[in-house]
């Protein structure tokens, strides 16, 4: 069975600084795969390269077998991308609700959207409480669900999501990964985590990567990594 | 008294199309952060067309439509062609690009239609007497077509999936392409709609200055500084201001006098912008270095 995603020797630059040196990885459909790493190892940059969205890339990416080396990012998301960037992109001056119909933008069926609606503030009840208000006037926790309730609104098949924990409280952080937890389980959306809390990705993720200076040095499952002795000393502080 | 009435209500009527075109002037502005100054060359242009269609016998409406549509697909073309090359330059190349496009527009319309005045009919007729000969039918009409136009646009802004887009797109490109919105496409939709009531703004205004390729000049000076006033950053801003501009600019020239209008009406504007730098319904934006 083909990966829904496939990543083959994948390399970005910024301007002519090269950030990514050939990066391999693959999800199967449903799967969460973590990407683990310092600050500065291309976390960040490996998101933006799959979507194409503002870096200069080179190597192949396949989202269920299409090539997507040369689409523009508009066209990999109407493939099934859901990018939830960092600093979330959530649009401050628009409503929630405005900001939950833009997540569909790409959808035609109403119905289904409406209905995707009400199941997003079933998720989040706080998002319900605030439909009518600006997104910039919301807490930073309130916003990263926002995020991720708009990514969703596009029905991906792949979530990818940028240091969601970033910022919030950690009862606010376990709020997130259990509803994520629960949207996989139910929806089959594969996820592409990337997380600084190297504890918490490990919780959540089946599989995972360790990313250094634009390369992946090690990968196998959750469990193995975390038993991993190099893991465990940088990354989990044990 | 009855004259301050009569010149706020003649103010309205001119400062509605003030308020046209600093609306035209906002939307590029919120999506490029630019100020496109062949904004009313633009819409001259248009005018001319909708005249050379009625020279040729085409009845009025008709003649308004297609210099509209025209309007837009000039302005679809125009970001296409000039301004998206342009994304990454620097702001000082582009405003010489927009002083380009003015002179160019200005001298093919010379060229192409003669630099000799022209009159332009009004669909309202010529009357004067409405209200005891307070407001002109021209006047009640623009002002008519203005509110018309403002409802069609909120409408299309607040209740559109295009219109959601492109307030998504102004704020924030890069959240709008993860959402596959074609940020370039919208570009061109915003660009043609502005450049459409931009044409229509200059079919409302030839009625009273005349027709030629100069005759924007002002109200695109009056609309900016109406832009400006309100705050570039608010459409509601832009038609508050655009008004007040129109109003102030005739209450001026009826107590002080003519030959000082301009001058005054500006001052008052750049008074108002020392205490409120972001203009009377603008944001102070805040961007982290």
Redo the contacts between chains.
Sequence with gaps: MTPLLQVRGLQAWYGATQVLHGIDFEIPAGAILALLGANGAGKTTTLRAL?R??VRTAGAVAVDGVDVTRH???DI??LGL??V?DGR??????TVE?NL???A??RRDRAAVDEDTRTMYRHFPRLDERRLQRAGTLSGGEQQMLAIA?ALM?RPRLLLLDEPSFGLAPLVVEDIFAILRRINQASGVSILLVEQNAVLALELADRACLIETGRVVLSGSAAALRNDEGVRRAYLGQ | MEDVLQQVISGLATGSVYAIVALALVMIYQTTHHVNFAQGEMAMFCTYLAWALLQKGVPYWLAFAAATAIGFVVGAAVERVVIRPLAQAPVLAVVVVFIGLLVIFNSVAGWAFGYSVQTFPSPFGGGTGLWGGMVSAHQLGSLVVTVALLLLLFVFFRFTPWGLALRAVAENPASSSLVGIRVGSMLALGWGLASAIGAVAGMLVAPIVFLDPNMMMSVLLYAFAGAVLGGITSPVGAVVGGLAVGVLENLVGLLIGNELKLSVALALIIGVLLVRPAGLFGRVSVSRV
């Design positions: 979507c969205m503002q523009a990012t508009a998301v109407r859901a990018h960037p992109g959530t649009f401050t001056q628009l405005e119909r833009l997540g933008y790409t708009r596009l």
